[in-house]
């Protein structure tokens, strides 16, 4: 299926989970999640999960990263103009907002570059069996990560399984590492 047919299709699907049901995925998620090794990980590119979009608890999966490395340093990202995005380094103390298009970002902090980054959690609708994503169609992963570093792990979350194929993939997606459902862990 093409990319827009399966981003139609997934939100719809997700918006059809009612609450008790996505609480369950995410603690089954989470339960995957907590089968990686972290070992090596120490700054993490995370983004906060828009409710209104059904998205998978991030915040699960950023409080386990802070229980098992202690010295974690967390970044969200921060779209600065219609093409780019910054990772953003945040802390206790960090001040939110919600941007134009219902993103809740860090208002302002350090800079932080992607080479300096060991782990993107990068959100998705549904990826398939070769780790490529549907994401919401803006392109800001991609383009970002298109200079990562080799030791950069990128980690997906879907509530449901791979598909086969996501048929109008090109040169410029970039695929995931690791695409975690509430059933397993698929390495790519």
Same mark, same amino acid.
């Given at each position: ?39 090596? $990980?120490? +700054? ?13 608890? +991030? ?34 103390? +960090? ?15 350090? +800079? ?67 695409? $975690? ?8």
């Amino acid at each position: 299926m093409l990319k827009a047919d399966l981003r139609a299709h997934y939100i719809n699907k997700r918006n059809e989970l009612h609450g008790a049901d996505r609480l369950k995925l995410d603690d089954l998620l989470l339960i995957q999640f907590q089968q990686i090794n972290f070992e090596g $990980i120490q +700054t993490v590119l995370s983004y906060w999960p828009m409710a209104n979009k059904s998205e998978p608890n +991030t915040h699960l999966f950023n409080g386990y990263l802070r229980h098992m490395i202690p010295q974690l340093q967390l970044a969200y990202p921060v779209v600065q103009n219609q093409e780019v995005m910054q990772a953003i380094m945040v802390n206790e103390d +960090t001040v939110y907002q919600t941007n134009q298009w219902g993103i809740t970002e860090p208002k302002s902090g350090e +800079t932080i570059q992607l080479s300096e980054i060991d782990l993107v959690l990068v959100p998705l609708l549904v990826f398939d069996e070769a780790g490529y994503r549907v994401g919401f169609g803006k392109g800001y992963y991609d383009r970002f990560l298109a200079k990562k570093e080799e030791h950069t792990a990128l980690i997906g979350f879907s509530y449901f399984d791979p598909i086969p194929l996501i048929s109008d993939t090109h040169e410029f997606d970039i695929p995931l590492h690791l695409g $975690i459902t509430p059933k397993r862990i698929y390495e790519f």
